[in-house]
């Protein structure tokens, strides 16, 4: 006589929410340790260095900001971000997983934040936009309070408030621009980031670096508007936080959130869909815009397809593409024919 065990009965297993809540642990324990690492080396570190070279003194100021501003996104937005998203989606399903083999789509996303750190896009972009995006809006402010006297000053309010004020200022701007980028002119340069062919949290620094539609839109209004540059500090923040929860593979519309308060990775997915025979939606950063403005409807297919008709060669080097679309926004604006037979632009 033989006697049958069953094996599923005497296995153990560990609650579903358990990994979820070790990848938070991991999160909270890794922002400790980068504050602990900060505190112990900013008291080591001078505020300005002074060099040497060749004779002549270079003094570099403001080292603390400096290392913050630049550390910031690398040691901790961005890690926060792929936590946060591997939290929710699972390790299977995350962006860090799907970075670690990048297909060629992601390749070009990994290019241009390696660009964006080094101060490469910057440096491309200023060549690109012939120099106008040095236009200055603090030069400007301070232009017109010498001429006319007028000038905002929010310094009463409180940083929080400023911050929250200045982020629907900028991300007014941003909408207009955005809207501006989806018109047959400025398509070219805006279809760049468009080309993304799989979601991921860096999808966002794929912009051209050529961004004429932006420029005037988003680099004037806010210091002419009297932002500080603390309050420009943590619009900066902000929107570097949406720039990479917006992309991440976190499949939530964010409920009331997402409909009132801040664009949800869902709308924004739809925003980035394939076929645009329908006209596109979803241009804010806050989709009071979009009620207010046009573009907002209600989110249904969350598995759209995302990318754009327009071939892209795709991969680490993005130069042919690149300047495939600048030649191509020059050739619209002298009104040449630049959009893919099925390509289709918001009207
Ligand atoms: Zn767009
Ligand atoms: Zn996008």
């Known amino acids: 006589m033989s006697i049958a065990v069953d094996r599923a009965d005497t296995r153990f297993s560990l609650p579903a929410w358990l990994p979820r809540l070790f990848i938070v642990a991991g999160l909270v324990a890794y922002v400790g340790a980068l504050a602990l690492a900060w505190w112990a080396i900013s008291g080591r570190l001078p505020e300005q260095l002074t060099l040497r070279l060749a004779g002549h003194a270079f003094a570099i100021k403001h080292i603390h900001d400096k290392l913050l501003s630049t550390g910031a996104v690398v040691l901790l937005i961005l890690p926060s971000a792929f936590w946060i998203e591997c939290a929710v989606t699972g390790?299977?399903?995350?962006?860090?997983?799907?970075?670690?083999?990048?297909?060629?789509?992601?390749?070009?996303?990994?290019?241009?934040?390696?660009?964006?750190?080094?101060?490469?896009?910057?440096?491309?972009?200023?060549?690109?936009?012939?120099?106008?995006?040095?236009?200055?809006?603090?030069?400007?402010?301070?232009?017109?309070?010498?001429?006319?006297?007028?000038?905002?000053?929010?310094?009463?309010?409180?940083?929080?408030?400023?911050?929250?004020?200045?982020?629907?200022?900028?991300?007014?701007?941003?909408?207009?621009?955005?809207?501006?980028?989806?018109?047959?002119?400025?398509?070219?340069?805006?279809?760049?980031?468009?080309?993304?062919?799989?979601?991921?949290?860096?999808?966002?620094?794929?912009?051209?670096?050529?961004?004429?539609?932006?420029?005037?839109?988003?680099?004037?209004?806010?210091?002419?508007?009297?932002?500080?540059?603390?309050?420009?500090?943590?619009?900066?923040?902000?929107?570097?936080?949406?720039?990479?929860?917006?992309?991440?593979?976190?499949?939530?519309?964010?409920?009331?959130?997402?409909?009132?308060?801040?664009?949800?990775?869902?709308?924004?997915?739809?925003?980035?869909?394939?076929?645009?025979?329908?006209?596109?939606?979803?241009?804010?950063?806050?989709?009071?815009?979009?009620?207010?403005?046009g573009g907002w409807s209600e989110a249904s297919d969350r598995n759209v397809v995302v990318g754009v008709d327009t071939p892209y060669r795709q991969g680490f080097w993005v130069m042919p593409d690149l300047l495939r679309d600048y030649w191509d926004f020059w050739k619209g604006l002298a009104g040449c024919r630049t959009l893919a037979p099925s390509e289709q632009i918001t009207r």
């Open 91 to 293: 390790w299977k399903k995350c962006s860090l997983r799907a970075l670690l083999a990048p297909t060629k789509s992601m390749k070009t996303d990994i290019a241009f934040f390696l660009m964006e750190q080094l101060h490469l896009t910057g440096m491309i972009g200023k060549v690109l936009m012939l120099g106008l995006s040095i236009v200055s809006g603090v030069a400007l402010r301070d232009w017109l309070a010498r001429r006319t006297g007028l000038a905002v000053d929010p310094t009463a309010l409180p940083l929080w408030l400023q911050a929250i004020v200045y982020f629907y200022v900028y991300s007014f701007f941003d909408y207009w621009a955005h809207r501006l980028g989806h018109t047959r002119w400025f398509w070219p340069l805006h279809r760049y980031h468009h080309s993304a062919e799989d979601f991921c949290v860096i999808n966002g620094g794929r912009i051209h670096p050529a961004g004429f539609a932006g420029i005037f839109f988003i680099n004037i209004p806010m210091p002419l508007l009297g932002a500080t540059p603390e309050a420009m500090i943590w619009v900066n923040v902000v929107t570097s936080v949406l720039g990479f929860l917006i992309h991440s593979r976190i499949e939530s519309g964010f409920g009331w959130v997402g409909r009132y308060v801040i664009q949800s990775p869902l709308h924004h997915r739809l925003h980035h869909k394939l076929d645009m025979r329908e006209a596109t939606g979803f241009f804010g950063m806050t989709p009071v815009w979009d009620h207010l403005f």
